[in-house]
């Protein structure tokens, strides 16, 4: 397997950064060997370069089909974008986006294409499946239903975030970064336990146990409201970014395995 940098366009003309990870040695443009693709859709302050979502992008294309991961258009990768007008809105367009760059490479099969997302990319991914059909599998990971599912908000001091306009917090790759009021505002506009029920792809749910950002009663919950095909993978003992190497793998597995499966 190999992979490349890559850039593509969202609807608002922002130029969004990707990585690659393809089967072989060399990447090749063949519409006669058409492959499955799929997109890996980074967490709230997450990056496309985070060890899991590497991980992931690895065993995707081990297994025979393409993996994309991106930057969301928002301050903390290389995309264009700011923290202060992050929204998750804006991240459904990128990740829509996503999918449309992906039908334009003559390697990857259209009609096999599927993401996997992880916390708040796993609520936008359930969110963009809802209404595009154009995405045959999901593996939401670790994601909260809506904005009172995931606890990182909770702890803030809501009244002062809109009084100010704005709050911190912390990110890995940029220290303390500043998110405006609007993203909380737009975030109560979603709740994924309204559109779950308007998804025509296989899903599978995968949590770890010991979640403490999303409790792993939110994938139990989603899991229960989901159409068939579903299927729920709660890794034992696994916190919210998989951070051991065995809860690391299990969490990989899983995910590539239902791919792999449904593509």
């Known amino acids: 397997?190999?992979?490349?940098?890559?850039?593509?366009?969202?609807?608002?003309?922002?130029?969004?950064?990707?990585?690659?990870?393809y089967p072989?040695?060399?990447?090749?443009?063949?519409?006669?060997?058409?492959?499955?693709?799929?997109?890996?859709?980074?967490?709230?302050?997450?990056?496309?370069?985070?060890?899991?979502?590497?991980?992931?992008a690895d065993e995707v294309a081990k297994r025979g089909m393409v993996a994309l991961r991106f930057d969301f258009s928002d301050c903390i990768g290389e995309s264009d974008g700011s923290c202060e007008k992050m929204r998750l809105t804006n991240q459904v367009d990128d990740l829509k986006?996503?999918?449309?760059?992906?039908?334009?490479?003559?390697?990857?099969?259209?009609?096999?294409?599927?993401?996997?997302?992880h916390s708040l990319?796993?609520?936008?991914?359930?969110l963009v499946a809802s209404e595009d059909d154009r995405l045959r599998a999901l593996t939401p990971i670790?994601?909260?239903?809506?904005?009172?599912?995931?606890k990182l908000f909770q702890g803030k001091e809501i009244e002062r975030w809109e009084e100010m306009g704005h709050t911190h917090?912390?990110?890995?790759?940029?220290?303390?970064?500043k998110i405006g009021?609007?993203?909380?505002?737009?975030?109560?506009?979603?709740?994924?336990?309204?559109?779950?029920?308007?998804?025509?792809a296989p899903v599978r749910f995968v949590h770890g146990s010991e979640d403490d950002i999303v409790p792993v009663e939110e994938s139990r919950r989603i899991y229960e409201a989901a159409p068939e095909p579903?299927?729920?993978?709660?890794?034992?003992?696994?916190?919210?970014?998989?951070?051991?190497?065995?809860?690391?793998?299990?969490?990989?597995d899983t995910v590539a395995g239902w791919m792999e499966k449904n593509l």
């Open 1 to 21: 397997m190999n992979s490349r940098r890559v850039e593509f366009r969202n609807s608002r003309e922002m130029t969004l950064a990707g990585i690659k990870t």
């Open 24 to 56: 072989g040695d060399v990447e090749h443009d063949d519409p006669s060997d058409q492959r499955p693709a799929v997109i890996l859709a980074h967490s709230f302050t997450g990056y496309k370069e985070v060890p899991h979502l590497k991980s992931l």
């Open 97 to 117: 986006n996503a999918v449309t760059f992906l039908e334009a490479m003559g390697e990857v099969d259209e009609e096999r294409i599927g993401v996997a997302g």
């Open 121 to 126: 990319g796993g609520m936008t991914s359930i």
């Open 142 to 150: 670790s994601a909260p239903t809506n904005h009172e599912g995931e």
């Open 169 to 177: 917090f912390p990110s890995a790759k940029r220290g303390e970064v």
């Open 181 to 200: 009021w609007g993203f909380y505002e737009d975030l109560q506009k979603y709740d994924t336990m309204e559109v779950i029920g308007d998804i025509d």
């Open 230 to 252: 579903k299927d729920l993978k709660v890794i034992d003992g696994a916190d919210h970014l998989f951070k051991r190497e065995e809860h690391q793998s299990g969490m990989v």
